[in-house]
């Protein structure tokens, strides 16, 4: 049985067959990487807005996050094309319809801004957890005393926690209060 298996590896024939198994592995691990893991995203949470350092603060938000969530498995990039709405107020991408928001998988941030304001969106794994530094006209923002949304949270140590955690994965040396 053994000699039988070596000859017809040998054999033209099977040096063909083992050609094609190689191939259709090759291309089956060649499109496993690279093909996009899609998903499609609708969170609708209650999130707080709370101020670094005032443990007195906090407030109720609504936030909505609905569209596809795109992330390429060979560089951990990601892309999400949908909508971002604070409060009622529909946020403003990049893009042809500005609704897009690319995310490095070093950073998960982006700059993102709405007619009231604009802030440095950090995201969670899929966008289960997001927070916003609301970045302040002229004097921009900073970790001591600057304005935060963080969600889903029900309370301020919730976001504190939520934002410490995202944060982090940029700016490692930051821890909020």
Do not use: C
């Not at 050609?19 to 969170?43: N, R």
């Not at 936030?63 to 604070?86: A, C, L, N």
């Not at 304005?147 to 940029?170: G, M, T, Y």
């Amino acid at each position: 049985m053994k000699k039988t298996i070596a000859n017809f590896i040998q054999s033209d024939k099977g040096i063909i067959i083992a050609f094609i198994v190689i191939i259709f592995f090759s291309t089956w691990a060649y499109m496993s990487y690279t093909t996009p893991i899609v998903t499609d995203i609708k969170y609708s949470w209650e999130g707080i807005k709370y101020q670094a350092g005032n443990y007195e603060y906090e407030e109720l938000i609504n936030i909505e996050v609905t569209g596809v969530y795109t992330k390429i498995r060979s560089s951990g990039d990601s892309v999400f094309k949908g909508e971002i709405v604070v409060n009622g107020e529909m946020s403003q991408g990049y893009g042809d319809d500005g609704n897009e928001y690319a995310f490095n998988d070093e950073t998960n941030h982006n700059i993102i801004h709405w007619e009231s304001f604009i802030g440095d969106l950090y995201i969670g794994d899929t966008f289960k957890e997001i927070s916003i530094d609301i970045l302040e006209p002229i004097v921009g923002f900073n970790y001591n005393d600057g304005w935060i949304i963080s969600a889903p949270a029900d309370n301020r140590s919730k976001a504190v926690e939520i934002s410490n955690r995202i944060i982090q994965k940029l700016h490692k040396d930051v821890l909020i209060k």
